[in-house]
Nanobody, 120 residues
Framework: QAQLVESGGGLVQAGGSLRLSCAASAPTFSGYEMGWFRQAPGKERQFVARINYGSVTRYADSVKGRFTISRDNARKTVHLQMNSLKPDDTAVYYC??????????????WGQGTQVTISS
């Protein structure tokens, strides 16, 4: 079992940056693939970024070049550095772990979500 707790969301202006963090309580964290999804109001949840146990990463086209996912296995945390933020990035961001599927979006474990709001 794993529990995931996100932090770092907030309100920023377009062009700004935010860093999301996800703290995991899981005995086998280093073996989990970790990642982020997001869900905007009235829209389906969508894949954002993922990182496997070997720190190989993958990004949605919409965030490639602007977002960076990283992990710290010793601290059992995953981070999402978000730069050059746009109003379209406004959403609730969810941390997820293990058994990923990008489409349809699914994972074995989910956090409660953190709100990110980008003002124009």
């Amino acid at each position: 079992q794993a529990q995931l707790v996100e932090s770092g969301g907030g309100l920023v202006q377009a062009g700004g940056s935010l860093r999301l963090s996800c703290a995991a309580s899981a005995p086998t964290f280093s073996g989990y693939e970790m990642g982020w999804f997001r869900q905007a109001p009235g829209k389906e949840r969508q894949f954002v970024a993922r990182i496997n146990y070997g720190s190989v990463t993958r990004y949605a086209d919409s965030v490639k070049g602007r977002f960076t996912i990283s992990r710290d296995n010793a601290r059992k945390t995953v981070h999402l550095q978000m730069n050059s933020l746009k109003p379209d990035d406004t959403a609730v961001y969810y941390c997820a772990a293990d058994q990923f599927s990008e489409r349809p979006p699914s994972a074995r474990f989910w956090g409660q979500g953190t709100q990110v709001t980008i003002s124009s």
